[in-house]
């Protein structure tokens, strides 16, 4: 399957903080999908991004489809307690063809 | 709407046991998939459904087999448990599995196998 690569692994932040996380790939995607999951739930959608460039808001939420369709980022501002669980982001190349990434898991500390 | 909803939450099993994990849906999406979780290696797709009478394999199907005899369910069993299917199992659902749909995550179902 496809490789999407997550950086960091985990982060540690005081609440209050900026958080920045993304994923790369070597495979072209159509679509790039961020998700968050909290302990002992199944993983919720954030944001969707459906063209190279595009960049999108979601509140506090900042997401950007890399141009060269390989890559993400994700960007929290002014981290929240609630902000806490593993992030993943999702290439789409097809219908049902979803790939998940790694995760990157966030901790902030109040 | 109860969403997605999955049973149970928590299973150990004996290797060369079998079992069926439930899912159900009530929100009259065709699509449905099942994705195993396992640590460092984010969510991999087993099986999915398109509509009803209609299964497909995904990135990871062995040792696990899927039907779809109804718009709201898709139970995925294990024939024949393996320690290496010990994993955490996620069943979603979407309108039509396309571009732009947003699939919805089931709570999980913790499955042990020894």
């Known amino acids: 399957g496809q490789q999407l690569n997550q950086s960091p692994q985990s982060m540690f932040i005081q609440e209050g903080e900026d958080v920045s996380m993304n994923c790369t790939s070597s495979?072209?995607?159509?679509?790039w999908l961020w998700y968050k999951q909290d302990p002992g739930e199944g993983p919720v959608l954030l944001i969707a991004?459906?063209?190279?460039?595009e960049l999108t808001s979601n509140g506090r939420l900042t997401a950007q489809f890399g141009i060269t369709r390989k890559d993400s980022f994700l960007n929290i501002s002014a981290s929240i307690p609630s902000d806490v669980g593993i992030y993943f982001c999702?290439?789409?190349?097809?219908?049902?063809?979803?790939?998940f990434g790694t995760g990157t898991r966030l901790t902030v500390i109040p | 709407n109860a969403g997605v909803t999955q049973t149970p939450k928590f299973q150990v099993l004996k290797t060369g046991q079998s079992m069926t994990l439930q899912c159900a849906q009530d929100?009259?999406?065709?699509?449905m998939s099942w994705y195993r979780q396992d640590p460092g290696m984010g969510l991999r797709l087993i099986h999915y459904?398109?509509?009803?009478?209609?299964?497909d394999q995904g990135e990871v199907p062995n040792g696990y087999n899927v039907s779809r005899s109804t718009t709201e369910d898709f139970p995925l069993r294990l024939l024949s448990a393996a320690p290496s299917q010990t994993s955490v199992y996620f069943c979603?659902?979407?309108?039509?599995?396309?571009?732009?749909?947003?699939?919805?995550f089931g709570p999980g179902t913790r499955l042990t196998v020894t």
């Open positions: 979603a659902s979407s309108y039509s599995g396309s571009f732009g749909d947003e699939q919805y």
């Open positions: 495979s072209i995607f159509n679509t």
């Open positions: 991004l459906y063209k190279a460039g």
């Open positions: 999702a290439g789409q190349t097809g219908a049902n063809n979803l790939f």
């Open positions: 929100m009259n999406h065709e699509y």
């Open positions: 459904s398109v509509g009803a009478g209609i299964t």
